[in-house]
Antibody, heavy 120, light 106 residues
Framework: EVQLVESGGGLVQPGRSLRLSCTAS????????MSWFRQAPGKGLEWVGF??????????QYAASVTGRFTISRDDSKSIAYLQLDSLKTDDTAVYYC???????????WGQGTLVTVSS | DIQMTQSPSSLSASVGDRVTITCRAS??????LAWYQQKPGKAPKRLIY???SLQSGVPSRFSGSGSGTEFTLTISSLQPEDFATYYC????????FGGGTKVEIK
């Protein structure tokens, strides 16, 4: 059974950093791209970015709103994808979801989400 | 960047109604379009991928169509568990969501 579990969310001050983790199980992690999405309170879904699998070059793409501040990485040996959030703003407050794929395949499996609150 | 315009933003319907939701792309996206259902406090659930392929386990009352710039999600006979928010998503090389459609009980 495919499972994705996010962790690492919490309350953080503006300008600070946070790293989210997405622990995967039930599939061969290194074969798939991994994506991150977010949803601000009461708002729609927003794509954050994805990281291709190494067989597709291992490159990342990001939404314009987070380019230069957020970085996606992966540890295929541990089946974990990471989202590094730097220079956080209050507008980054959201539930953050990881999902499998998003590159050549529409994201199919999603985690339950982790809440990031940016506030002083 | 490709923009996805989803309409309507909300609708009221009764159980048994036929419901259609539309997404328009600002330029052609072949069939790189998926539809998701989201209920409050839950992660999105994929219903349709590649414009018209039904996700395994999703009831056949859900269907998708379209190619290029115009896409539709149809629920042939709305059921109580279908009241939710629906999103289209353009994928492949860059990802963009439509703004969502909230389907409410009439």
């Amino acid at each position: 059974e495919v499972q994705l579990v996010e962790s690492g969310g919490g309350l953080v001050q503006p300008g600070r950093s946070l790293r989210l983790s997405c622990t995967a199980s039930g599939f061969k992690f290194d074969l798939y791209a991994m994506s991150w999405f977010r949803q601000a309170p009461g708002k729609g879904l927003e794509w954050v970015g994805f990281l291709r699998s190494k067989i597709y070059g291992g490159t990342a793409q990001y939404a314009a709103s987070v380019t230069g501040r957020f970085t996606i990485s992966r540890d295929d040996s541990k089946s974990i994808a990471y989202l590094q959030l730097d220079s956080l703003k209050t507008d980054d407050t959201a539930v953050y979801y990881c999902a499998r794929e998003g590159n050549t395949i529409a994201p199919d499996y999603w985690g339950q989400g982790t809440l990031v609150t940016v506030s002083s | 960047d490709i923009q996805m315009t989803q309409s309507p933003s909300s609708l009221s319907a009764s159980v048994g109604d036929r419901v259609t939701i539309t997404c328009r792309a600002s330029q052609g996206i072949r069939n790189d379009l998926a539809w998701y259902q989201q209920k409050p406090g839950k992660a999105p659930k994929r219903l349709i991928y590649a414009s018209s392929s039904l996700q395994s386990g999703v009831p056949s009352r859900f269907s998708g169509s379209g190619s290029g710039t115009e896409f539709t999600l149809t629920i042939s006979s709305l059921q109580p568990e279908d009241f939710a928010t629906y999103y289209c998503l353009k994928y492949n090389n860059y990802v963009t969501f439509g703004g969502g459609t909230k389907v409410e009980i009439k």
